[in-house]
């Protein structure tokens, strides 16, 4: 069994930047897939960006240019550095792991909030 534990959420004005983390633990595992979704009230959850395990990202076409997914393989972290923070990325951020066996794991979640 994988846990995963979040932090870096918070309170920042427009124009700020957070780092979100994403620390996995468990016995024997390898990530194949992380992800980050978030979601806001009434909308659905969304998967924000994305790093596989040969480091291949992908974006939503909202955060290109001011989010930056990475991960250290030797902390089995994944990072999710925001910048430019818009009101509109308010939400509670998700982490989301797939190992390579197929198993999915969800993190708490951590709120970011964005004051205009």
């Known amino acids: 069994q994988v846990q995963l534990v979040e932090s870096g959420g918070g309170l920042v004005q427009a124009g700020g930047s957070l780092r979100l983390s994403c620390a996995a633990s468990?016995?024997?595992?390898?990530?194949?897939?992380t992800g980050w979704y978030r979601q806001s009230p009434g909308k659905q959850r969304e998967l924000v960006a994305s790093?596989?395990?040969?480091?291949?990202?992908h974006y939503t076409d909202s955060v290109k240019g001011r989010f930056t997914i990475s991960r250290d393989n030797a902390k089995n972290t994944v990072y999710l550095q925001m910048n430019s923070l818009k009101p509109e990325d308010t939400a509670v951020y998700y982490c989301?792991?797939?190992?390579?066996?197929?198993?999915?794991?969800w993190g708490q979640g951590t709120q970011v909030t964005v004051s205009s």
């Open positions: 468990g016995r024997s595992f390898s990530i194949n897939f």
């Open positions: 989301n792991i797939i190992t390579t066996f197929g198993l999915s794991t």
């Open positions: 790093i596989t395990s040969t480091n291949f990202t």
